[in-house]
DNA sequence: CAGGTGCGTTGCATCTACTGCAACACTCGT
DNA sequence: ACGAGTGTTGCAGTAGATGCAACGCACCTG
């Protein structure tokens, strides 16, 4: 809506490409130098974007912090990670958290034992939407027009052959998913993992976020990771039940 | 320089202390509502800002791609990561790397051994400039003006009775720091941990990053610390020998 | 070393598009 | 039902963003 906002943001992705200077950053807005270089300034003086050594624009620090505070404001994630800790620990698999924001699916949280992970490959990148189960549970509590609009606008990349291959195959998994009150994904992003979700939900009762466990083939069978689904579900509930009753925040 | 976009920036750290709503976004604008309104729907529509159940704007989930993206590439980052996993096996102690970017220094990796740690608690974050050992060996390599400068214009809070004090006692301990190679933080933020860290060159022999073990009083002391010192060292070398030499980057 | 090319940067006249206003729509609360 | 507190829309005026052209500067190249 408007349009010099819009192109000062239309800088961020184009530069999370890869650094770019300024000429290429005025070609690729379709703008002329001088403008380009006051709406790099300006991102600059936020902190937004960093000019590296020679020449070259690149995404800025500032950005880092405000993912932080950002996550930091996000109060399941808070209420929710000593619940994944203590999960992983029993079942010694990938724990994640994730939630639904505007047509995508994102990880918040993720804890994994064996190694100290690069968490950061995974948190905050958009999920496999059409596949992964969290999605499943997040997604198959839109309301009804919503689910099936945004069902029709996804792609359906086929990572794999169990993957969801169409609309019509995705509203169907939804509904599933919605009345069982638990999903999988069983194979679906990546041929050797399975994974078993289930949804933390608000005082409402709508699905605030979901939770699952992923483990591959290798380490255990589909079906020895369903039976972890009672134990993951009590997690989650443990986790609603913090989330939605009167709970910390008053303390404060 | 563009007042547009600089308004429409403004509001990101603002939200970043906590949703708010469209009022409250105006009123510390400074602006009408009206036109807070059209910057909040460009940063919707750029997905930096999201509109929660109903009403109060949060920050939004694009920030964490962003921030993702442009951590992928930090390339000192990919290059150091191994490096710093095995140093984290060998010794046992968390380990952290570190980059200068405009006035702060700031952590971008950190390996931990026991837990798989909320990493997001310090990646990211601003490092205590005044006294972490990783802050001293990149502003160490400053120039001279410019780190004069900077001194100056620090505050110097006093974490312990063993923090940096002031400008002139920083300038000193960085000029010594310069000259020695490495550097250490002796409970100078936390009384009882510790730190040794060990600057990372690039080609032309400038400190591009740093890096540094820490552990606290009660595991070992600070003199123990110490003898882990070559080894860090050797490591940091070893990180700039792969940075700055010809490597893996031309085989692609 | 003179001349050339490719950058980033600056000042300025033009006119776009951002602003604030005032009126409207809507949801609550009492 | 009504008023208070929201968010939202259309519009006229002008602040401020735009692109141009000229300049400065570093780096080649003959």
Redesign the interface.
């Known amino acids: ?2 349009q ?3 192109r ?3 800088i ?2 184009l530069l ?4 770019a200077d300024l000429g290429q950053v005025a070609d690729r807005l379709g703008v002329h130098k001088s403008t380009a270089l ?2 790099l ?3 600059h ?4 974007v ?1 000019r590296q050594s020679d020449q070259h624009y ?4 500032r ?9 930091e ?1 996000l109060d399941v994630r808070e209420i929710a ?1 000593p619940h994944l ?1 203590r999960l ?1 620990e029993s079942c010694g698999h990938t724990v994640h958290l994730a939630v639904y ?2 047509n ?1 699916v ?1 990880y918040i949280d993720k ?3 064996r ?6 490959s995974r ?4 999920v496999a939407i059409t596949v992964a189960a969290v999605a499943k549970l997040l997604l198959a509590d839109l309301p009804e027009h919503e689910r099936r609009a945004l069902a029709e606008k996804l792609d359906y990349p086929m990572y794999t052959s169990r993957s969801t291959p169409n609309p019509a195959a995705f509203l169907r998994e939804l509904e599933k998913v919605r009345e069982q009150g638990w999903a999988t994904d069983l194979g679906g992003h990546e041929e050797s993992i399975n994974c078993v979700a289930a949804p933390i939900r608000g005082a409402d009762g709508r699905v605030v976020a979901a939770m699952s466990v992923s483990a591959p083939n290798v380490v255990v069978t589909a079906d020895e990771l369903l039976t972890l689904l009672p134990l993951v579900r009590r997690t989650a509930d443990a986790i609603s039940g913090e989330y939605s009753g009167r709970t910390p925040a008053e303390l404060q």
């Open positions: 809506m408007s010099t906002v819009d000062a943001l239309s961020l992705p999370a490409e890869g650094p006051r709406l300034r300006t991102l003086e936020h902190g937004l960093y690149r995404l800025g620090a950005l880092f912090a405000l993912a932080q505070e950002a996550m404001n990670h800790v992983n924001e505007e995508e994102l804890v994994e034992s190694y100290p992970v690069r968490m950061y948190i905050g990148k958009p």
